[in-house]
């Protein structure tokens, strides 16, 4: 079996530490998990990638290679970037009703996954606290305006919301974020039953001790989650207050703001950023009502972030 080499699914990372399976339901332990070590540093897998292995002993691999992606999900600042996720189908993003969610996050997941070209969907969760679902329906409105799905559910309360959703799941892999406390784990154990028995094996395996909750993690769907002869499955990522978005270019951001796309190249500068030039098609988009002003506001915010880092990642290295 050693130097063995096979297709593998990365289905666990925590900083460094991997754990893949094989691909090909005929490999002789399909369902082993192996440790995944890597000879370049530079070669950073991500949950949900594809990479060629060498076995190197029963229980060990060595990452060869990663396949091209299709997308990756991954947030930086100035001198880091995470990865969260290759390969995925949507973004889930769990808001809760109660406590109240950061619009901030709402506003850059959905840059992410513009810029990605992934589609988002908001999880409403919660729903059964009533007293505090307008100012969340509220909140979301300029997200319902530009297309984006809203689910309204109750991961505790009210199990038909969950499986009303089995069908927009089935066949796709899906990356679970928000911030913690909005009960994006009771969601997981919910739609995958064993998902805590796979955490406790990942973590034996991972050697992650306490940190548990640091890790990316693959959890396959149970039956319901099969379509097409592909079983889907959600990616749960850490809950995160921060999503920073210092990798995109200024371009590149303001073609990942959506409603921003049928504007751009209309006003007067062709340098324009959207600030405070004169005769700006978006902040005339912003005047006529067609663009939230909250999302021009989240587009200054980023942009500055995205200066900022370039400057700071400059200093860094001189
Ligand atoms: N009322 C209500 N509470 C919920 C619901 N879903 C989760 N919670 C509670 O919210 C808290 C945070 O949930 P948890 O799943 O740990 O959130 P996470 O930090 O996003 O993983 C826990 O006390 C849950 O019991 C829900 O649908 N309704
Ligand atoms: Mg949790
Ligand atoms: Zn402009």
Redesign the pocket.
Known sequence: MENQSFRALLIASYGRNYLARPTDPKHPSPDHLFEVSSRAKKNEGAVGDFIKVTMTSNHQVVLDEIESRKNLVFRSDAFRSKSIAANVDQILL?I?TEPAFSPDLLGRASIVAAHEDIELRLLL?????KDHLQRAQDMLRPYASLGIPIHE??????PDSLIALEPVLAGKVSVLV??????????LNRWVPNALAQTREHSTKLDTGKHTTTACRYYDLPSWGMKNNTLGALIDSP?FQEFGLAHLSESELQHAFIEFRPHLGKCRFNNCTHQHEPDCAINEAVVKGEIHPERLKLFSQLIHETRNATIQSQGHKT
């Open positions: 769990v809760a969760n919660k729903c059964d606290l559910i109750s991961a505790k309360q009210d928000g911030q913690s406390g909005m009960g994006k784990s009771t969601l809950g």
